[in-house]
């Protein structure tokens, strides 16, 4: 457990179902430790996604607004120039509970990222009136983009065919899928002030007003001055795609995690599946999708 972990932990093969989801083995004991021990705040703001569906773009966002009087977003100074944004926008679950622990020492508004499942979070989160942004992505893409990042971060063992098999089963990184969209769908139906729930799909068509709604939400809202000096269309640019895949500190060099850095930036668009899927397989993911979002409101 306190060996540095390797791209090999977050493989299919490697996880475990606790809660009715699958977690890294690896991170096992830190989640447990997570849920008796981490205390929210009110002021928190947390950062809730599946792998692979944007997590990357909104913490650059989030980090970008939150921190946009400190650092100008137009300044080449700016920590996101320097930083990939994981470095600078740490993960609950995977910090070392120790003097070394990010989320811990930051200044607020902590800004926290984390995989967990609405189940799995811990009871201060769940109590706390922190807000929680979740993000997800259409299902094809993200198993796509998935499969991807495994396979540029530990090339010999995955397969095609048989992680495609596991995601439909919903054994992934912290799948099923679609139960985890649903539960915080669910709560943000039930708790829209506490959280607002985001598709990959709508940022990408209409990001300067999500941005402006992502800003209001976590209590950073746009002013009038600011719209009339273009902040929105600023951070927007620091935060792109082509501006974030083509910096040096993101194309070289690992995380922590143990992933290289420039696997967080494949090709950042909607309906890359097409390219990939077979129709059958398309047609699959359509289907467990309908079943088991159901009459829930939420679809892809
Ligand atoms: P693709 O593999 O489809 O290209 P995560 O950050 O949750 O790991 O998700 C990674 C996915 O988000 C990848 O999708 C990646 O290319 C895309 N991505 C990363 N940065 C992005 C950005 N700034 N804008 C849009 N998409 C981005």
Same mark, same amino acid.
């Not at 946009?68 to 120039?81: A, E, F, G, N």
């Not at 992934?172 to 708790?191: C, I, M, R, T, V």
């Not at 000096?229 to 895949?245: G, P, T």
């Given at each position: ?159 095609? @065919? ?38 990959? @799909? ?34 927007? @640019? ?63």
């Amino acid at each position: 457990i306190s060996s540095l972990p390797t791209e090999k932990d977050w493989v299919p093969g490697n996880l475990y179902q606790y809660q009715g989801f699958w977690h890294p083995s690896k991170y096992l004991q830190k989640i447990l430790t997570c849920q008796n021990q981490f205390q929210a705040r009110a002021s928190d703001i947390f950062l809730v996604t599946l792998p692979k569906s944007g997590t990357t773009w909104l913490k650059a966002m989030v980090f970008a607004l939150v921190n946009r009087t400190t650092y100008d977003p137009k300044s080449t100074q700016h920590p996101l120039v320097s930083n990939n944004p994981h470095e600078l926008f740490p993960f609950l679950e995977f910090e070392p509970r120790n003097d070394d622990n990010q989320v811990d020492s930051s200044p607020p508004p902590r800004l926290i990222a984390t995989h967990l499942p609405l189940v799995s979070l811990p009871e201060s989160v769940k109590k706390s009136a922190c807000k929680l942004v979740y993000l997800c992505r259409n299902p094809k893409d993200n198993f796509l983009s998935l499969w991807h990042w495994h396979f540029s971060n530990n090339p010999t063992t995955e397969k095609w @065919e048989e992680t495609f098999e596991k995601f439909s089963r919903g054994v992934n990184l912290y799948g099923p899928f679609w139960d985890h969209a649903l539960g915080y769908w669910k709560q943000s139906l039930e708790n829209p002030e506490r959280v607002l729930f985001f598709k990959y @799909e709508e940022l990408k068509e209409d990001p300067g007003n999500h941005l402006r709604k992502l800003a209001e939400f976590i209590g950073f809202p746009i002013s009038k001055e600011e719209e009339s000096f273009n902040v929105v269309d600023q951070i927007l @640019e620091l935060c792109s795609f082509d501006h974030l895949s083509n910096l040096e500190v993101n194309r070289t060099g690992k995380l922590l995690s143990g992933h290289n850095k420039s696997s967080f930036f494949r090709r950042g668009e909607v309906g890359d599946w097409k390219n990939h899927l077979t129709p059958k397989m398309a047609q699959k993911l359509d289907e467990i999708t309908k079943e088991k979002l159901g009459a829930s409101g939420l679809t892809f």
